[in-house]
């Protein structure tokens, strides 16, 4: 392919996000127990990129695409503590080849976001530069976000492709910094942003020799069958002119196959009261990521309850407060929650009980379970049951963000991932936890209680157990209390015992025959092991204990710096993830530890 093809117009959505967050001195008391909590007058902006692709990932992705990360997202994340409202002045591009899809300007009410897509065009190969200039009437009322986008001819590189591929990525660079020779500290909270990253199907079964296999297949756009807006009439009939007003009437009205899609506000939640098929899913969702909120107010709401209902999926919805986000409680199988945030809900933000095959993936979980009486986690599996003896992952838990999630009340919770209590129901089917990324929860990062044949692998986990009131001894970054088969492999856990001195990397207690291998366990001093084996049977092999996994930025940035040990440190004996957690495919041989690729 000549010179001259080059020329051609090619487009691809800039792979950049950006995070509004109020900034301000954090006291030790409040950070240490429940998580960062500025005290802010006035809020100021922070642009932080939440991972920063150099320009050998972005030729090595090629369909970049297809992973729709092309957002800067500006959130009011912490400032809804202090009711403070952000306006967004402007938001404009130097240059005309980089084209934002939406101004932002006015308003950002407490715990709102807007998003922005930015369009690359470019005439010319080579690579090209611009800035995004946000103002606000933030302390620090102009933020700049350097973009350079690049244009390759692809088949010159030995691939095949059939016109030129444009390619574009954030160079801002963190304004928040960790010393990596220090113990680990909680900073003010950083939201990340969940991208668009496609479903996997895992086809490992538990058998520790087998290889987890998967397809990435980009999200295909959503087949609305049924609309619902705020704005909709009482009596529907549900179509785009004339949408039923509340989720409840769609949902009642959908048949296997429909696709319910949401617009807009809404302050009440849903019930799900019919099943889909296995060849006709019902689903509930946002057409466009995080275009449907949905705030239910009272301890005791749910925002979206699935009932006991089976082929149910629940995709790129903003759900806050409540009782519960999105709960399954008393049966039924087969679900999907994917692409969804879901923020201050009283106890867990995603609980699934009972029941069997479940896929939980690409979902933001924070600040959750801070002020339920009982109980509460980020996201929680409690008690499944299996519907058949079927090979494979039944339930997959993967790529999302667990973070902030509180449990004041005790310490036994507040985890960013539990696998709970499935040797009490029964169940014995292999679970998948893999590619999530977790910090600041006053639980583990990734707990197993009393459950058996859970894979846990390529999670990246900082900081928690960062409650300091309560005397739970038990507190690793990968928790196992009372359960057996597991495996945790090709994990970066950095523990933080400067919040309290049982805080460790790893923590097995009272189960049998679990497996610890090319793990990387660090707590803030080179050399410590940070391993607490209370158990009986247990294999540890390979893995770097004590050894500083030098991560970008944690916890804006974690992934692994160019000189990290994390680096081709890992084993393929339990699975190797098709991406990392932003999307890009994982080489299956070396491979690196954690949730990232360096």
């Known amino acids: 392919m000549d010179s001259r093809h080059n020329r051609s117009i090619a487009a691809i959505l800039i792979a950049a996000l950006a995070t509004l967050i109020a900034l301000g001195t ?20 922070e642009v932080t990129p939440h991972h920063t692709l150099n320009a050998s990932e972005v030729l090595r992705v090629g369909t970049i695409v297809k992973r729709k990360s092309g957002r800067i997202i500006l959130i009011n994340h912490k400032s809804h503590r202090q009711n403070q409202t952000i306006t967004i002045g402007s938001v404009a591009s130097s240059s005309g080849e980089f084209a934002p899809s939406n101004s932002c300007v006015g308003p950002l009410a407490p715990g709102r976001r807007c998003v922005i897509d930015v369009m690359f065009t470019a005439q010319q190969s080579g690579s090209h530069q611009g800035t995004l200039t946000i103002t606000s009437d933030a302390s620090n009322p102009v933020i700049s976000v350097p973009l350079v986008g690049k244009l390759k001819n692809l088949k010159s590189q030995g691939r095949s492709a059939p016109s030129p591929t444009a390619t574009a990525t954030p160079i801002a660079t963190p304004t928040v910094s960790a010393s990596p020779t220090q113990t680990p500290t909680i900073a003010a909270t950083v939201t990340p942003t969940v991208t668009a990253t496609p479903t996997r199907t ?33 009596s529907g009939p549900g179509t785009q002119s004339q949408p039923y007003k509340t989720l409840q009437e769609g949902v009642d009205a959908a048949q296997p196959g429909d696709t319910v899609c949401a617009t807009g506000a809404f302050t009440s ?77 009283a106890a867990s933000g995603i609980q699934l009980n009972d029941g069997d095959y479940a896929d939980i993936e690409n979902n933001l979980v924070h600040d959750c379970a ?20 079927a090979p494979g992952y039944h339930i997959t838990i993967a790529n999302n963000f667990a973070y902030n999630n509180q449990n004041p009340q005790g310490g036994a919770d507040g985890n960013g991932i539990i696998v709970d209590s499935g040797i009490q129901s029964g169940y014995s089917a292999a679970v998948l936890v893999e590619n999530n990324v977790g910090y600041g929860n006053t639980g583990a990062c990734v707990k197993v209680y009393s459950s058996t044949a859970v894979t846990i692998l390529n999670n990246t986990c900082w900081g928690d157990y960062a409650a300091t009131t309560n005397s739970y001894t038990w507190r690793g970054e990968i928790s196992l209390e009372s359960a057996t088969g597991v495996i945790a492999a090709n994990n970066i856990l950095v523990a933080n015992p400067a919040l309290n001195a ?73 699975g190797v993830p098709t991406t990392d957690i932003t999307g890009a495919p994982r080489p299956k041989s070396p491979v690196d530890l954690g949730a990232y690729l360096p």
């Open 269 to 345: 939640g849903v019930t799900f009261n019919n099943s889909g098929t296995s060849s006709g899913w019902i689903t509930l969702a946002a057409p466009t990521p995080l275009g449907a909120t949905i705030s239910s107010s009272g301890s005791s709401a749910i925002d979206v309850n699935l009932n006991a209902q089976s082929y149910i999926a629940v995709e790129n919805l903003e759900i806050s407060g409540g009782g519960w986000g999105i709960v399954t409680s008393g049966g039924g199988s087969h679900w999907k929650v994917t692409g969804n945030e879901v923020t201050g809900a």
């Open 26 to 45: 954090i006291s030790a008391a409040r950070a240490s127990q429940n998580g960062p909590d500025a005290s802010v007058s006035p809020a100021a902006l």
């Open 370 to 389: 801070g002020t339920w009486s009982g109980s509460g986690s980020g996201i929680s599996v409690f008690e499944p049951s299996a519907s058949d003896t």
């Open 502 to 574: 049982s805080n460790t990397a790893i923590l097995d207690g009272g189960g049998s025959g679990n497996t610890f291998a090319n793990n990387l366990t660090f707590d803030g001093t080179s050399g410590d092991q940070s391993v607490s084996i209370q158990s009986s049977g247990d294999t540890l092999s390979a893995n770097l204990e004590g050894d500083n996994p030098l991560l970008t930025n944690a916890p804006i940035d974690m992934a692994p710096q160019s000189n990290s040990p994390a680096i081709g440190s890992g084993t393929t004996a339990y």
């Open 202 to 234: 895992a086809t490992a079964t538990a058998t520790p020799t087998q290889t987890a296999t998967a397809t990435a297949t980009p999200t295909p756009a959503i087949a609305c069958t049924l609309y619902v807006s705020p704005t909709g009439g009482d």
